[in-house]
């Protein structure tokens, strides 16, 4: 079955950058649909930045400082967070969606101290 894996969170001062990976594996086919979403405590998950096959979208909050991209693998994309604020902090997760099915990973912490 599908299955979506997240790394690269962890702890970095306020100012500092981490990339963050996803890798899905388990299809034979190409999500052209992928994204990050973040969450923390009491609040819904949100986006972050999404990929497709000709574009990508961002949240306004990370605009200019947090960067998508698709890996040489496929299935692979990165998120590449620079300039990280507190506010930053949450579980990063990755999402591939193939049609209306949206396969989720089990999410990233991202800690970020002032």
């Known amino acids: 079955q599908v299955q979506v894996v997240e790394s690269g969170g962890g702890l970095v001062q306020a100012g500092g950058s981490l990339r963050l990976s996803c890798a899905v594996s388990?299809?034979?086919?190409?999500?052209?649909?992928m994204g990050w979403y973040r969450q923390t405590p009491g609040k819904q998950r949100e986006l972050v930045a999404a990929?497709?096959?000709?574009?990508?979208n961002y949240a306004d909050s990370v605009k200019g400082r947090f960067t998508i991209s698709r890996g040489n693998a496929k299935n692979t994309v990165y998120l590449q967070m620079n300039s990280l604020e507190p506010e930053d902090a949450a579980v990063y997760y990755c999402n591939a969606q193939m049609g209306h099915v949206g396969y989720w990973g089990q999410g990233t912490q991202v800690t970020v101290s002032s």
């Open positions: 990929i497709t096959s000709g574009s990508t």
């Open positions: 388990g299809s034979i086919f190409r999500f052209n649909d």
